[in-house]
């Protein structure tokens, strides 16, 4: 009995451990090894390491861009409408679909981005509607 207590306490002792620290580190390096590309017709997320496309997106789905950047111009660019935390409001209320935090992520987006300020112009020369957030 004590053995399999043990186990059981070293199995989520671990998942822990991956929770609290690892999952940032392996997103870090997964950050570090992707690049994003604007070309005239789309937004591209791709691997520099084997030069495959991950995410593409054309521009003419995207309604609208949001830019979430500090004081030092770096942050994030989201394409589309930004995943609300508690879901969106004009949801139907149901007991069933809407339980508590959201936590799925942006599909469409550049994360950890310097020099946004650089890159606005870019979006705005092609006549998309940017909603930029300082924080």
């Given at each position: 009995m004590n053995a399999v207590l043990f186990i059981f306490a070293i199995v989520m002792f671990l998942v822990a451990l991956y929770l609290v620290f690892f999952r940032w580190v392996l997103r870090y390096f997964d950050l570090k090894n992707n690049y994003y590309l604007i070309t005239n017709q789309r937004i591209i997320v791709a691997e520099k390491s084997n030069k495959e496309i991950l995410k593409s997106k054309n521009f003419e789905e995207i309604k609208r861009i949001n830019v979430e950047m500090n004081r030092n111009y770096f942050?994030?660019?989201?394409?589309?409408?930004?995943?609300?935390?508690?879901?969106?409001?004009d949801e139907n209320f149901s007991f069933f679909t809407r339980s508590g935090m959201n936590f799925k992520e942006d599909e469409y987006v550049f994360l950890s981005v310097e020099n946004i300020n650089e890159i606005i112009p870019v979006f705005e020369s092609l006549g998309l509607k940017i909603n930029k957030t300082f924080y």
């Amino acid at each position: 009995m004590n053995a399999v207590l043990f186990i059981f306490a070293i199995v989520m002792f671990l998942v822990a451990l991956y929770l609290v620290f690892f999952r940032w580190v392996l997103r870090y390096f997964d950050l570090k090894n992707n690049y994003y590309l604007i070309t005239n017709q789309r937004i591209i997320v791709a691997e520099k390491s084997n030069k495959e496309i991950l995410k593409s997106k054309n521009f003419e789905e995207i309604k609208r861009i949001n830019v979430e950047m500090n004081r030092n111009y770096f942050g994030n660019i989201i394409f589309g409408e930004p995943e609300d935390i508690f879901g969106s409001n004009d949801e139907n209320f149901s007991f069933f679909t809407r339980s508590g935090m959201n936590f799925k992520e942006d599909e469409y987006v550049f994360l950890s981005v310097e020099n946004i300020n650089e890159i606005i112009p870019v979006f705005e020369s092609l006549g998309l509607k940017i909603n930029k957030t300082f924080y």
